[in-house]
């Protein structure tokens, strides 16, 4: 079983819709949840960053944990065109030297 | 904002060649990544770097490799001999500021085409 797995898609949404991206992971000892977005041949942009179970919201933005289902969710309000990118998840065992563990990424098209 | 930088962008070399990629983490942090990404691939953990030394590194990150941050601000991937499937992006990341915040921010990579 993989550490993260998460829907390569693409998805494909209209202008203003609600996005919903999720991964699911099997190592229940992750502590720490990202969600990067990465445009074509560029690096990974943090976005959100979580810790535990719980919401957190910046924006257009909000990032779920579900530590007892494995399962990490990001929501983006009102889509824009600008959305359009690969979205990663990655996550880490919180203490130090940790690697991150990434998804192999959503890629989102919001169309005008 | 402070910001991961790389060097250079894009490194075209020959098989067999030795390359090495440079990185500048962001000043206050103490922890220091390479992560790679084969085209349409998902971004791949290589080795991590703490107080001087190796933290971790993958299988991947064979006797081929090696890492080094030779002063205060520079931190240096080496690949001794290059193979053909060492092409990929090469991401540099660091994380661990003052706070002890683990996010992890990337630099903006180095595109190496081994030919």
């Known amino acids: 079983q993989k550490e993260v797995e998460q829907d390569p898609g693409p998805l494909s949404v209209p202008e203003g819709a609600i996005v919903s991206l999720n991964c699911t992971y099997s190592?229940?000892?992750?502590?720490?949840f990202m969600w990067y977005r990465q445009y074509s041949r560029k690096g990974p942009e943090l976005l959100m960053y979580t810790y535990s179970s719980g919401n957190k919201e910046d924006g257009r933005f909000t990032a779920q944990v579900d530590k007892s289902s494995k399962y990490i969710s990001l929501f983006i309000r009102d889509s824009q065109p600008s959305d359009s990118a690969t979205y990663l998840c990655a996550m880490n065992l919180g203490y130090n030297f940790n690697k991150f563990y990434f998804g192999s990424g959503t890629k989102l098209n919001v169309k005008p | 904002e402070p910001e991961v930088t790389q060097t250079p962008s894009h490194q075209v070399t020959q098989m067999g060649q030795e390359v090495i990629l440079r990185c500048v983490p962001i000043?206050?942090?103490?922890?220091f990544y390479w992560y790679r990404q084969i085209l349409g691939q998902k971004v791949e953990f290589l080795v991590s770097?703490?107080?001087?030394?190796?933290?971790?590194k993958s299988e991947i990150f064979d006797d081929q490799f090696s890492v080094e941050r030779p002063d205060g601000s520079n931190f240096t991937l080496k690949i001794r001999s290059t193979k053909l499937e060492d092409s990929a992006m090469y991401f540099c990341?660091?994380?661990?500021?003052?706070?002890?915040?683990?996010?992890?921010?990337f630099g903006q990579g180095t595109r190496l085409t081994v030919v």
């Open positions: 190592n229940s000892a992750f502590q720490y």
């Open positions: 000043s206050n942090h103490l922890y």
């Open positions: 990341a660091s994380s661990g500021g003052q706070e002890m915040n683990t996010e992890a921010f």
């Open positions: 770097f703490y107080n001087n030394e190796i933290s971790e």
